[in-house]
């Protein structure tokens, strides 16, 4: 099994800059793809931004320009750098990640972090 805990969430005001971090463990993984999701009031999980262990990226449109996904393989990190801040972006905020464990291709997911953007 693999564990994965989010921290850095919180309230900001628009505008202003929060960076999100997630760390894997477990025993004997490799994550070829890990990412951040969220899920706002009222409205369903969608993909905030996803990076491969060859640092490839993928961005919402949505967050594209003002959000930078990076991973460190070695620690075994992703990191969500958010700049620029809208109202908008306000959500909990979950860490997602697909990995090689037990010799089984899985899928894991944080508990969630809440990021509050006020206007």
């Known amino acids: 099994q693999v564990q994965l805990v989010e921290s850095g969430g919180g309230l900001v005001q628009a505008g202003g800059s929060l960076r999100l971090s997630c760390a894997a463990s477990?025993?004997?993984?490799?994550?070829?793809?890990m990412g951040w999701y969220r899920q706002a009031p009222g409205k369903q999980r969608e993909l905030v931004a996803t990076v491969t262990s060859g640092r490839s990226t993928n961005y919402a449109d949505s967050v594209k320009g003002r959000f930078t996904i990076s991973r460190d393989n070695a620690k075994n990190t992703v990191t969500l750098q958010m700049n620029s801040l809208k109202p908008e972006d306000t959500a909990v905020y979950y860490c997602?990640?697909?990995?090689?464990?037990?010799?089984?291709?899985?899928?894991?997911w944080g508990q969630g972090t809440l990021v509050t953007v006020s206007s």
């Open positions: 477990g025993s004997r993984f490799g994550c070829g793809v």
């Open positions: 997602n990640a697909r990995c090689e464990v037990a010799l089984s291709y899985r899928e894991f």
